[in-house]
């Protein structure tokens, strides 16, 4: 556990498990047809989790030796440079735009961009230095109608010979071809497999023209077992971490493999602790008010640390038997513990969500999710960067 030297001051914190991290890629990474390797995705500061220490168990730790990623995957050329400065040198892709006049940056820090339009790949070529190269991944858009030169069958044969024009400019070098499904996290599509052909055709065209790219990579997390895109990589996102990208898909996984866990687990203190009339009034704007008496605990946790508000009246927090009440406010929150069924006092650091020092049948990013009406993935992100992260 945290030492509690290292929590004692801290009012919030994320606690990571990384034998969870460590525990989620070992299965994500097994289950991965034959011969396919892995991209962890770990923008956003790796969902949150902590993009350096993310990065640093998967390139080192010995437990994974024989597995480790192939590619970091990140949003933007700041992300990678703070990798390349802590020392990560495993190899990384941008999955986003880096301006034209950075290209020189890229190749300095030894980083794999995404080209996705000529337009843009022309203007990356006139920057990079005479006598260097630059890695490229070619993005291609075939339906997520995002980034990407365009592969439905209007557009198949215009886009490969851009690609082709592509392939001929000096300086870049065409690693790696992707693209990203739209829906892969519901079983019943049939868009899915649609988009899996679109890039089946796409490659087929430009490898019958010459081209050939050492990676190519469509899967993300939800798609990465069930053999969708069988390519060489797979990008594991949200599933690393240890929640799902739907119920579905948590269903199909637990059907074939061991439970994924939950790696974050947020923690907050308990301020004060007020024994509530009934009618008397909490937090802003007075918009709860209890029947009867309650017992209601001051929390040193607002929505300037990443809680939503719209997770208060629905969401919990400690246990399922404790509902966010009132209004969540920039530093504080409210949360009754009357039925917590554990004896809780001023000074006690509790888990909001997650099992770190749990009470009972902790709540989890689903729950709060579901209550605020958003996705897991958003609860994650949201942990501001105020918010310390621990790991143990």
């Given at each position: 556990?945290?030492?509690?030297?290292?929590?004692?001051?801290?009012?919030?914190?994320?606690?990571?498990?990384?034998?969870?991290?460590?525990?989620?890629?070992?299965?994500?990474?097994?289950?991965?047809?034959?011969?396919?390797?892995?991209?962890?995705?770990?923008?956003?500061?790796?969902?949150?989790?902590?993009?350096?220490?993310?990065?640093?168990?998967?390139?080192?730790?010995?437990?994974?030796?024989?597995?480790?990623?192939?590619?970091?995957?990140?949003?933007?050329?700041?992300?990678?440079?703070?990798?390349?400065?802590?020392?990560?040198?495993?190899?990384?892709?941008?999955?986003?735009?880096?301006?034209?006049?950075?290209?020189?940056?890229?190749?300095?820090?030894?980083?794999?961009?995404?080209?996705?339009?000529?337009?843009?790949?022309?203007?990356?070529?006139?920057?990079?230095?005479?006598?260097?190269?630059?890695?490229?991944?070619?993005?291609?858009?075939?339906?997520?109608?995002?980034?990407?030169?365009?592969?439905d069958e209007k557009n198949l044969h215009d886009?490969?010979?851009?690609?082709?024009?592509?392939?001929?400019?000096?300086?870049?070098?065409?690693?790696?071809?992707?693209?990203?499904?739209?829906?892969?996290?519901?079983?019943?599509?049939?868009?899915?497999?649609?988009?899996?052909?679109?890039?089946?055709?796409?490659?087929?065209?430009?490898?019958?023209?010459?081209?050939?790219?050492?990676?190519?990579?469509?899967?993300?997390?939800?798609?990465?077992?069930?053999?969708?895109?069988?390519?060489?990589?797979?990008?594991?996102?949200?599933?690393?971490?240890?929640?799902?990208?739907?119920?579905?898909?948590?269903?199909?996984?637990?059907?074939?493999?061991?439970?994924?866990?939950?790696?974050?687990s947020l923690c907050a203190k308990v301020y004060?602790?007020?024994?509530?009339?009934?009618?008397?009034?909490?937090?802003?704007?007075?918009?709860?008010?209890?029947?009867?008496?309650?017992?209601?605990?001051?929390?040193?946790?607002?929505?300037?640390?990443?809680?939503?508000?719209?997770?208060?009246?629905?969401?919990?927090?400690?246990?399922?038997?404790?509902?966010?009440?009132?209004?969540?406010?920039?530093?504080?929150?409210?949360?009754?513990?009357?039925?917590?069924?554990?004896?809780?006092?001023?000074?006690?650091?509790?888990?909001?969500?997650?099992?770190?020092?749990?009470?009972?049948?902790?709540?989890?990013?689903?729950?709060?999710?579901?209550?605020?009406?958003?996705?897991?993935?958003?609860?994650?992100?949201?942990?501001?960067?105020?918010?310390?992260?621990?790991?143990?």
């Open positions: 556990m945290i030492s509690s030297l290292e929590t004692k001051n801290s009012r919030i914190f994320a606690a990571v498990n990384t034998s969870a991290l460590k525990h989620n890629y070992k299965l994500l990474y097994n289950a991965l047809p034959e011969g396919c390797g892995a991209v962890a995705i770990i923008k956003a500061n790796a969902y949150g989790h902590g993009a350096f220490e993310t990065a640093k168990i998967l390139e080192t730790d010995p437990m994974l030796d024989g597995m480790r990623p192939s590619f970091f995957a990140v949003a933007e050329l700041n992300e990678a440079v703070s990798l390349r400065d802590e020392g990560i040198r495993t190899p990384i892709l941008i999955l986003g735009r880096t301006e034209p006049c950075c290209a020189n940056e890229l190749v300095k820090h030894d980083l794999s961009q995404c080209v996705y339009s000529l337009e843009y790949a022309k203007e990356l070529s006139e920057n990079i230095p005479k006598g260097s190269a630059l890695r490229c991944h070619i993005k291609l858009d075939t339906g997520m109608t995002r980034l990407g030169f365009l592969c886009s490969v010979t851009k690609i082709e024009f592509v392939n001929k400019l000096p300086s870049l070098e065409l690693e790696g071809i992707f693209s990203h499904f739209a829906e892969s996290d519901s079983l019943s599509s049939v868009f899915t497999s649609l988009q899996a052909e679109r890039f089946k055709s796409a490659v087929k065209l430009l490898e019958e023209k010459g081209i050939r790219f050492r990676y190519k990579h469509e899967a993300n997390s939800a798609a990465s077992f069930k053999n969708d895109a069988p390519f060489d990589l797979a990008r594991l996102g949200i599933m690393l971490y240890g929640a799902y990208p739907s119920e579905e898909i948590k269903e199909l996984w637990e059907s074939r493999f061991p439970p994924l866990l939950p790696a974050m004060q602790i007020h024994e509530v009339s009934p009618g008397t009034t909490v937090g802003y704007c007075r918009s709860y008010a209890p029947c009867e008496k309650r017992t209601i605990a001051c929390i040193g946790a607002g929505y300037a640390d990443g809680i939503m508000r719209a997770v208060a009246n629905g969401g919990y927090a400690i246990n399922k038997n404790c509902p966010i009440v009132g209004r969540v406010c920039m530093d504080m929150m409210f949360v009754d513990i009357t039925d917590c069924g554990c004896s809780l006092k001023e000074g006690d650091t509790v888990a909001l969500f997650g099992d770190y020092n749990s009470h009972g049948d902790h709540t989890d990013a689903d729950d709060w999710a579901k209550a605020a009406g958003t996705i897991n993935y958003e609860i994650f992100c949201a942990v501001s960067s105020r918010v310390p992260r621990f790991y143990y």
